[in-house]
């Protein structure tokens, strides 16, 4: 295949709850997930798993740059506990916390990696959360500050940010039961706090430009994706119309990817909106929309999408359809009209900040990890992706999920994202046969593919 455009980058991704450990160490406070994940018996997360251990990233940070340098890694994305700087949300700054992410990003820097830090994946200092958490207002501010602090702290070392890791699932762990703090309120509360995080982006947005203008300041999201099911201008367009409808009774509103973005970006609720937003966006005041900033780029996170016909249904997956581990659907189309369709509503820059599949991975005879079935998921859904790009979609770099196997919320440890293998009871990471040949594809540039 012809090379991915020239500067496109490419990298990996993880998130400090899911890698970090040291839960409690050098002055951290407690998160909503430490708190989650030690209500054991089963309650909440596979096996009573915990990311207090996780890879120990916290400890082994050195190692694992090593790792990313050895396969021509280009950018790390990976995000600040919010606790471990600021132990309860809104006081005073822990200075060691603060060290140890100036120390990751100084060793990425002398490695030739760019750092690119998400502010918040989901692990909210449990003192805010006392406070309403994601439902009060005054996490607005708090938030602002936080990422003004990282900021000054990291200023001239670090270009890229992302404010929010999925707003989606942080709305979800109000509106669901599956991730913290597991709430399972009801719509209005969900369509609160997807305002509330629109603001706080903003807010951050600010402090961030506030310290230095020429930061790049995004988001992640994700939420549900379509893709036709014929290649037809109609088809298309049906699959784009299906993609940000807020009233199909097959898709929640509150997992669609505009219901954040249409906010900050079209400062309005799509006209589909159902019953239950119209009524929450009742009471908002007016001048929270001109608070709303926009985004730099807009980082997707892309794993699998729907298939839609020419009406705009929803097409029944043939019985054995590929899935993954986790049991997700292998989809790799979705890539290819996912950046189409974001690009044509915003209009916005795009980076593919996640990307990857678990697979049952364990180490062969051989002493090695060979994972054939994320080799063939990535490189189908980088096909795809370099088709949208050469249809306009400015796409300017991929993140694979993830460099290292991680904890994976309430899967706990069963489900194995990394190219990078890692024996929890050891510590050991084993590059997986999917390292080195992402570390090919990084090479020529997506040529090899
Ligand atoms: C999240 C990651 C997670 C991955 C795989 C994304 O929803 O941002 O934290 O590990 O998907 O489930």
């Not at 109609?234 to 509150?254: G, H, T, V």
């Not at 989809?331 to 690009?343: F, K, R, S």
Request: glycine share 10%; hydrophobic share 35%.
């Amino acid at each position: 295949m012809s090379a991915f455009p020239e500067g496109f980058f490419w990298g990996a991704a993880c998130a400090s709850y899911q890698c970090e450990g040291a839960w409690n160490e050098d002055g951290k406070g407690p998160s909503i997930w430490d708190d989650f994940c030690h209500e054991m018996n089963g309650k909440h997360v596979k096996n009573d798993d915990t990311g207090d251990v996780a890879c120990d990233s916290y400890h082994r940070y050195k190692e694992d740059v090593a790792l990313m340098k050895q396969h021509n890694i280009q950018a790390y994305r990976f995000s600040i506990s919010w606790p471990r700087v600021i132990p309860d949300g809104d006081g005073e700054v822990n200075e060691k916390g603060l060290q140890f992410y100036e120390n990751l990003v100084d060793e990425l820097l002398a490695n030739g990696i760019e750092p690119m830090i998400t502010l918040y994946h989901w692990d909210l200092p449990s003192a805010l959360q006392d406070k309403g958490g994601w439902l009060n207002r005054d996490i607005i501010a708090a938030f602002g500050r936080f990422a003004g602090i990282v900021a000054s702290r990291l200023k001239g070392k670090v270009k890229r940010y992302m404010t929010l890791n999925e707003p989606q699932c942080v709305a979800g762990g109000y509106g669901g039961t599956h991730g913290a703090p597991g709430l399972g309120l009801g719509g209005e509360k969900v369509a609160q706090v997807y305002h509330i995080l629109c603001l706080a982006h903003s807010e951050a947005y600010r402090a961030i430009k506030a310290v230095d203008p020429t930061t790049i300041v995004g988001a992640a999201i994700c939420g549900f994706f379509t893709y036709p099911e014929k290649d037809t201008p109609e088809n298309r367009e049906a699959a784009y119309k299906a993609n940000f409808d807020l009233s199909s009774d097959q898709k929640p509103w509150s997992f669609t990817p505009n219901i954040f973005l249409d906010s900050l970006l079209l400062k309005k609720y799509d006209e589909s909106a159902p019953a239950v937003v119209r009524k929450f966006a009742e009471t908002i005041d007016p001048s929270d929309w001109e608070k709303m900033e926009t985004l730099d780029f807009i980082g997707i996170n892309v794993y699998n999408g729907d298939m839609v016909n020419e009406k705009g249904e929803y097409v029944k997956r043939y019985p054995g359809f590929p899935l993954t581990a986790c049991k997700w659907p292998v989809t790799p189309e979705v890539m290819h009209y996912c950046v189409l369709n974001m690009h044509r509503r915003y209009g916005l820059p795009m980076v593919i900040t996640e990307n990857g599949q678990s697979c049952n991975d364990r180490v062969h005879m051989d002493g090695k990890v060979h994972d054939p079935e994320r080799i063939d998921f990535l490189n189908r859904y980088l096909l795809e992706l370099k088709k949208g790009i050469d249809e306009g979609a400015p796409v300017q770099g991929y993140l694979q999920w993830s460099i290292l196997d991680n904890f994976e919320w309430s899967r706990g440890y069963d489900e194995r994202f990394g190219i990078i293998y890692v024996d929890y009871r050891t510590g050991e990471r084993i590059p997986k046969d999917s390292a080195a040949w992402y570390a090919k594809v990084i090479e020529t540039n997506g040529e090899c593919l």
